[in-house]
């Protein structure tokens, strides 16, 4: 993309909030706007897609204080209103903050120390190889279908949905049966901003939205992994939820919001992440030429991949107490909101922030998060990526041709693809 020109800085601060905006692409200019002039700027809240209006928020842009925020959990908390810029309903609050995610140190400390005896990288690796035969077989599929018919696969659709999900239930140790049952839950909790997804959104008996993630409408899921646990506790096997059923330090509350966490965090990220990295390589074919040929090293290529297109657009804190960031005085009980894709294009530390450079090193991007909260899936994620980049410069060794544009996903939290055309080549 060309870089979006400077503003002038009497332009009125932008909107980076309605999340209909990001069903068209993410707003580069507004966040370069927002970085040089306001970088902690205020947002309204209105009442969008049927959403009740809020308060209003901080929007935090550039790298510097974004990592400030996102390390400093004394000041800017996870727990006093959870993680999401829509706040939670007050009823519901409690029952949110059980979350690991939604916590903050110490008690955070524990559970985070739990889980992660779940997921140890040697259990990860145990993975690679179904991994990597499942984005092999996705693909050949894909790729032959498409050469049967019109010549053009939907890589999203025919691919990258499946990939993050089975493997995400494979780690866990879901049956196939059930796996269905998973999509359903992360669209319905992820999706719920954008019309065209399955589950966005239900609607309560005074006809607004359903928070998808208020305990009614998890019960469900909640009712299922205890179901899941005392199955592997019978017949436990090599997977994250044998290990959590079988740890006698975790309550049956925490395990159900691990389950919810993980099913959540570990779906959409990758859905997201991988079609985001594949639509890029399409867009650059220079690119996608020297990864191909080894000129360019994988482990570098697949950080500038999650820098340009960052899964996670915001996450939000609460300010603890009255506190000044860059300039700007944030009272007690604000809120504030990381902008990751923002902070990953922030020219004060990344040169020529909007090129894509496969070999681009320092490369010290946000899309994990930072301090405490750093991504624990980062490693299975990485896994996977590495896995799927691999197996597409196999199965397209000649050319990954755009076939028109992407459709996007309407959310200003998940950077989703919901479709990515490509030419397949004959070869
Ligand atoms: C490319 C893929 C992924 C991206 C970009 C990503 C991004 C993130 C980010 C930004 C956070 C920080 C949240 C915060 O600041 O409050 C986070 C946390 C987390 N992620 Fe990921 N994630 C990815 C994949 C995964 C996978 C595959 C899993 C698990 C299977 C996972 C599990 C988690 C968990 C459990 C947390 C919460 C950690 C805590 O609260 O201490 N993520 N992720």
Redesign the pocket.
């Known amino acids: 993309m060309s870089d979006p020109a400077p503003a002038p800085a009497e332009t009125p601060v932008p909107d980076v909030f309605d999340p209909r905006q990001y069903g068209q692409g993410i707003p580069h200019d507004h966040y370069r706007h927002l970085r040089d002039h306001h970088p902690v700027a205020w947002q309204e809240e209105p009442e969008v897609l049927g959403w009740p209006a809020g308060p209003g928020f901080w929007a935090v842009t550039r790298h510097e204080d974004v990592v400030r925020v996102?390390k400093d959990s004394a000041t800017y908390s996870?727990y006093l209103g959870a993680?999401q810029i829509r706040d939670p309903d007050p009823d519901d609050l409690p029952f949110i903050r059980r979350m690991?995610?939604n916590q903050d140190p110490p008690h955070?400390r524990r559970l985070?120390v739990l889980?992660s005896r779940a997921f140890t990288p040697k259990r990860v690796d145990h993975f690679a190889e179904v991994v990597r035969e499942r984005a092999r077989s996705l693909l050949t599929r894909a790729v032959t279908e498409a050469r049967a018919g019109d010549g053009i696969c939907d890589l999203v659709t025919q691919v990258t949905d499946d990939y993050a999900l089975l493997n995400?239930t494979d780690?866990l140790g879901v049956p196939d049966t059930d796996r269905e049952l998973l999509l359903h839950w992360t669209r319905r909790v992820i999706g719920y901003q954008d019309p065209d997804e399955a589950g966005s959104p239900a609607l309560g008996p005074d006809g607004k939205p359903l928070n998808p993630r208020s305990p009614s409408a998890l019960r469900d899921m909640f009712d299922y992994a205890h179901a899941l646990a005392a199955h592997k506790r019978r017949h436990p096997a090599d997977d994250v939820m044998t290990s959590l059923a079988t740890d006698p330090e975790l309550t049956s509350p925490e395990l159900e919001m691990f389950f919810f966490?993980?099913v959540v965090?570990?779906n959409d990220?990758?859905r997201s992440?991988a079609p985001g990295g594949l639509h890029l390589l399409a867009e650059h074919p220079e690119a996608y030429r020297s990864l191909r040929d080894g000129e360019v090293g994988l482990t570098t290529a697949m950080d500038e991949l999650?820098r340009r297109h960052?899964?996670?657009l915001t996450?939000r804190r609460t300010a603890r107490e009255d506190t000044v960031l860059a300039g700007t005085r944030i009272r007690t009980g604000d809120k504030v909101v990381v902008f990751?894709a923002s902070a990953n294009h922030d020219e004060r530390v990344f040169p020529a922030p909007y090129a894509l450079d496969l070999s681009r090193s320092p490369n010290p991007h946000v899309?994990?998060?930072d301090?405490?909260?750093?991504?624990?899936?980062?490693h299975?994620?990485r896994l996977q990526?590495r896995a799927l980049y691999e197996e597409i410069c196999r199965a397209l060794p000649a050319s990954l041709e755009p076939a028109g544009p992407p459709r996007r996903l309407v959310s200003n939290f998940i950077n989703g693809l919901k479709s990515l055309p490509v030419q397949v080549a004959d070869v």
Do not use: N, Q
């Open positions: 996102l996870s993680t690991m995610l955070h985070r889980v995400l780690l966490l993980l965090a570990g990220t990758v992440a999650l960052p899964p996670v996450f990751h899309s994990f998060g301090g405490p909260h750093v991504c624990l899936g980062a299975f994620a990526l």
